[in-house]
C-alpha cells in the first residue's frame, strides 16, 4: 500500500521541484562549477585544466513539458547540457531550440527493448542472435534523427525499458560494436567506462522520498570537483495526461509482450 501510495504521488500529487532546480543552478554557479553538456565535457580541457565541473544529462523518456521548462530556466542561467530524446518523445522543433542555444540534444535509444517486444521475445540469448538487425535499426533510426535535426549527434544515451530488467539484457549492448560506431560517428555512449571514469561522483534523481542517489547535487557542491547530475522531466513535475499515457502504455505493452 505505501509502495502505491508513492508511485500515486509522484506520478500525481507532488509539486512541482522546478524552484528546487533552478536553486541548484545558481547555487551551482555560485560554486564556481562550469555546468556543461555530454559533448562540451568530451573536448580536451584548457591548458590550465578543467574547472569544477558539473555534466546535466536529461533523459526525455516522457513528459516534455517539464523538458522544455527545464531548458528554459538553463537558458536564465546560461547552462549547458545534454538532452536525450526517445523515439516516443521527439520534437525537432524543442530540439533545434536546444542546439541553436549551445546545449545538446540527441537519441535516447532502445532497439533491443523494442526489438523484444515487437517480436515477443523474452529470452536474452534469442535477441542477441538478431544483434546484427538490430544494430542496423539503430542505424537507420539515428540517420532519421539527424536529418530531421540537421546535426550530427556524436553521443547517445542507452535507456532503460522493463523489458531490458526482464531480459537482463541492457540496451547498450547495441553499442559493444566499434565498426558501428566508427560508421556512425559516435563518440560516446553516456555509460562508457571511458566517460564515467573522468567524474569523481555520479548522481541520479529518483522519485520521492529519496529524490537522489547516492547523495544529493546540493550536498555534493564544493566536494567533488567533476559531477555528472542525471534527471529525468518525470521526476521534478506532475505531469497528468502525459503520465496517464506513458502508463497505459506500459501496461499495454506488458500484457501483450
Not at 517486444?117 to 539527424?146: C, G, S, T, W, Y
Not at 567524474?199 to 544529493?216: E, G, K, N, V
Not at 503520465?243 to 501483450?256: M, S, V
Request: hydrophobic share 35%; proline share 5%; aromatic share 10%.
Amino acid at each position: 500500500m505505501k509502495r502505491l501510495f508513492r508511485r500515486l504521488y509522484s506520478d500525481y500529487l507532488m509539486p512541482s521541484r522546478l524552484p528546487e532546480y533552478e536553486v541548484l543552478l545558481r547555487d551551482a554557479a555560485e560554486h564556481g562549477y562550469a555546468q556543461v553538456s555530454v559533448r562540451d565535457f568530451l573536448r580536451p580541457p584548457p591548458a590550465q585544466g578543467r574547472a569544477p565541473t558539473i555534466v546535466h544529462r536529461h533523459d526525455i523518456d516522457s513528459d516534455l513539458r517539464t523538458a522544455a521548462r527545464m531548458f528554459a530556466c538553463e537558458v536564465r542561467h546560461g547552462v549547458r547540457s545534454s538532452f536525450y530524446f526517445r523515439l516516443s518523445t521527439l520534437d525537432f522543433g524543442l530540439m533545434r531550440d536546444i542546439e541553436d542555444y549551445g546545449s545538446e540534444a540527441s537519441y535516447h535509444f532502445e532497439e533491443i527493448a523494442t526489438f523484444a517486444k515487437r517480436q515477443h521475445i523474452k529470452d536474452a540469448d534469442e535477441v542477441r542472435r538478431h544483434l546484427p538487425a538490430i544494430r542496423e535499426e539503430f542505424a537507420a533510426n539515428l540517420r532519421r534523427i539527424e536529418e530531421g535535426l540537421g546535426v550530427k549527434l556524436r553521443t547517445v544515451a542507452s535507456h532503460g525499458d522493463f523489458a531490458n530488467r526482464r531480459l537482463k539484457l541492457i540496451n547498450n549492448e547495441i553499442l559493444a560494436d566499434d565498426t558501428l560506431r566508427a560508421r556512425c560517428g559516435i563518440a560516446c555512449e553516456t555509460y562508457d567506462s571511458a566517460l564515467l571514469d573522468k567524474f569523481d561522483l555520479y548522481i541520479s534523481d529518483r522519485p520521492p522520498p529519496q529524490l537522489y542517489h547516492p547523495m544529493s547535487p546540493h550536498a555534493a557542491l564544493g566536494r567533488y570537483r567533476s559531477i555528472c547530475l542525471l534527471t529525468h522531466p518525470v521526476q521534478w513535475e506532475t505531469n497528468w495526461r502525459d503520465t496517464t499515457r506513458c502508463n497505459l502504455r506500459r501496461l499495454a505493452e506488458g500484457l501483450t509482450w
